[in-house]
């Protein structure tokens, strides 16, 4: 089973959440925060007895690594889009293709 998550933080930032899980309960999870070029990626395995963390840098030092992900917001400070708000794009959406239910 397969999840894939694409979220815009701005005009040129992306963060993509991707979770696959098999049968036997395994899961790993992929996220992607990409800016241009740039793009910090993290890799979580779960076995339900271990966990195994992996984190790759594309083309960033450390001091432009601190900046990266200064400019992302904070788990805490995301929320979920009001569906119900005729300005936002998921609602528009959402009422365009689920109206006739």
Do not use: H
């Not at 432009?64 to 569906?83: C, I, K, V």
């Amino acid at each position: 089973v397969a999840a894939s998550l694409r979220a815009r933080c701005s005009a040129q930032a992306v963060e993509e959440r991707r979770t696959v899980r098999d049968s036997q309960g395994r899961r790993e999870t992929t996220v992607t925060r990409r800016r241009g070029d740039q793009a910090f990626i993290t890799t979580t395995k779960e076995d339900g007895q271990s966990k195994d963390y992996q984190e790759e840098v594309v083309n960033m030092d450390d001091r432009e690594l601190a900046q990266f992900a200064g400019t992302w917001p904070r788990q805490d400070e995301l929320r979920a889009p009001n569906l119900s708000d005729p300005s936002s794009v998921l609602g528009s959406f959402f009422r365009r293709w689920f109206s006739s239910w």
